[in-house]
């Protein structure tokens, strides 16, 4: 018969007191440190029961032997399963915790250079003005001949021209004589539009144009401008100056004055620079208007008449009067940005500031 050491509980005694250690366990934390008091390798419950194996009689020793080695497996597989219970109703990974403060998602805004050009087509489409667009490669004639420009115009080398290595097919269907550029200014759409409409005409071409420039702190191979363009029987000058004044003042400020300085365009006549008096200093002169008073704008005039004999306008009949901006240019004026570049670099730092 075999008797029980009395020091010695049954295996069954004690996975129950194992058991009751582990159900007053709060956290996997007092679980682990359960497991350790039972199953440490040193000062664990089992590994105590084998060291007192030295100590028994030889009689005893194999009974020990199997009792820790049976209360080891059965600890083990206890231990094994609360593991598995606990693992399966673990809270996964990626579960929403509803009681953590909400997240707010990161809104994106538009690129200044897009406000201001949304700025100015609303306050042209408020006047009566349409918005167009057009191709960014051009032929030469509606980029230069049409505008009063022909091959060997001067007013042709003012704009350094990028062309382009494979031509488009012309009106008359050959390929080989007509040279492709990126077009230098946005005036090639008052071509275009005016062969397709006949008047009254009221547009604005907003759009990217092309130079051979390098870039620089006020100069870029490519920026953007917003063409106007206005046909109609008996509009005049005064027209052209009410037009950009009502514009300057809604852009940039209800007080500020217009001038139109004499200028060359091919396609006008009268051709003039636009000058607004400086609405930081109003006129006293500072930074911003090289203390001239001054800021330029673009340039404007009254349509010449060859350029409505090109698209077959009557140049009798009707007057119009068209101007170029650069959109960079009106960016750089009301947000004093001094680097042309920042606008093309996306750099958050940069854009971050103009969250409209
Ligand atoms: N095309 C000119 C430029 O790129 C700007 C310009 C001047 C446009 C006078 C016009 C105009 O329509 O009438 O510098």
């Known amino acids: 018969m075999s008797h029980r050491l009395p020091d010695f509980p049954s295996v069954p005694a004690l996975l129950q007191e194992f058991e009751s250690d582990l159900a007053q366990a709060k956290s996997p934390r007092d679980a682990q440190t359960v497991r350790d008091k039972w199953l440490g390798r040193k000062k664990g419950e089992v590994a105590k029961l084998m060291d007192s194996i030295a100590q028994v009689p030889p009689e005893e020793k194999k009974k020990i032997g199997r009792l820790a080695n049976e209360l080891k497996q059965a600890l083990e597989a206890r231990w094994a399963r609360h593991l598995e219970v606990t693992e399966a109703t673990a809270r996964p990974a990626d579960a929403v915790d509803v009681t953590l403060p909400g997240r707010v998602p990161e809104l994106g805004h538009r690129h200044p250079l897009t406000v201001v050009r949304d700025r100015m087509e ?13 191709p960014e490669v051009e032929d030469e004639w509606h ?4 505008l009063n420009m022909p091959a060997d115009h001067p007013a042709r080398d003012m704009q350094d021209t990028l062309y382009l290595a494979t031509p488009i097919r012309g009106e008359s269907g050959r390929a080989e004589d007509v040279r492709t550029l990126l077009r230098t200014h946005t005036s090639s759409m008052q071509i275009r539009y005016m062969q397709a409409h006949q008047p009254p005409v009221r547009i604005v071409v907003p759009g990217r144009v092309y130079r051979r420039d390098d870039l620089d702190l006020t100069h870029s191979p490519a920026f953007s401008q917003i063409e106007g363009l206005a046909v109609g029987e008996g509009l005049s000058l005064a027209d052209l100056k009410g037009t950009l004044l009502a514009f300057a003042r809604q852009m940039f400020s209800p007080t500020v004055r217009i001038r139109f300085r004499p200028s060359f365009f091919p396609y006008t006549e009268p051709s003039a620079e636009i ?14 208007c090289k203390r001239t008073g001054w800021i330029e704008l673009g340039g404007c005039g009254m349509v010449h008449p060859t350029v409505f004999e090109a698209v077959g306008y009557d140049a009798e009949r009707y007057t119009g009067f068209a101007w170029g901006i650069g959109i960079e240019r009106v960016a750089i004026l009301r947000h004093q940005v001094e680097d042309i570049r920042l606008f093309y670099e996306n750099d958050l730092r940069f854009l971050e500031q103009f969250p409209y």
């Open 122 to 134: 609303e306050i042209f489409t408020r006047m009566g003005f349409a918005i167009v667009e057009g």
């Open 143 to 146: 980029c230069f001949d049409a």
């Open 275 to 288: 000058d607004l008096s400086c609405w930081q200093c109003d006129g006293a002169g500072c930074a911003m």
